[in-house]
Nanobody
Framework: QVQLVESGGGLVQAGGSLRLSCKAS????????MGWFRQAPGKEREFVAS????????NYADSVKGRFTMSRDNFKNTVYLQMSSLKPDDTAVYYC????????????WGQGTQVTVSS
């Protein structure tokens, strides 16, 4: 069973940047799809970005396109989410996910990392 540990969250001013990391242990993630999701207070968890096991072009939610970049380093068993031009609406707990497919219907989740963007 995989364990996913997110890090890199914090408090940043609007317009700033953060880089989230998700380190996996317990198994090799190179054959799994990986994703980032987020949940703001009072809202449902929503998709942010995903990348296939082949490492091809990531998919992004419309709300983050052009501002966020997802990447993976299979040698380090880690995925990243580079977030730029942050907005207060990006404030949420960010979760890393791993699944067999890009549909993420039954993923493993990390514990989440808080991102707070002040105006």
């Amino acid at each position: 069973q995989v364990q996913l540990v997110e890090s890199g969250g914090g408090l940043v001013q609007a317009g700033g940047s953060l880089r989230l990391s998700c380190k996996a242990s317990g198994r090799d993630i190179s054959v799994y799809a990986m994703g980032w999701f987020r949940q703001a207070p009072g809202k449902e968890r929503e998709f942010v970005a995903s990348i296939s096991w082949t490492g091809g072009s990531p998919n992004y939610a419309d709300s983050v396109k052009g501002r966020f970049t997802m990447s993976r380093d299979n040698f380090k068993n880690t995925v990243y989410l580079q977030m730029s031009s942050l907005k207060p609406d990006d404030t949420a707990v960010y979760y890393c996910a791993e699944d067999y497919s890009m549909s993420f219907q039954a993923p493993y989740w990390g514990q989440g990392t808080q991102v707070t963007v002040s105006s």
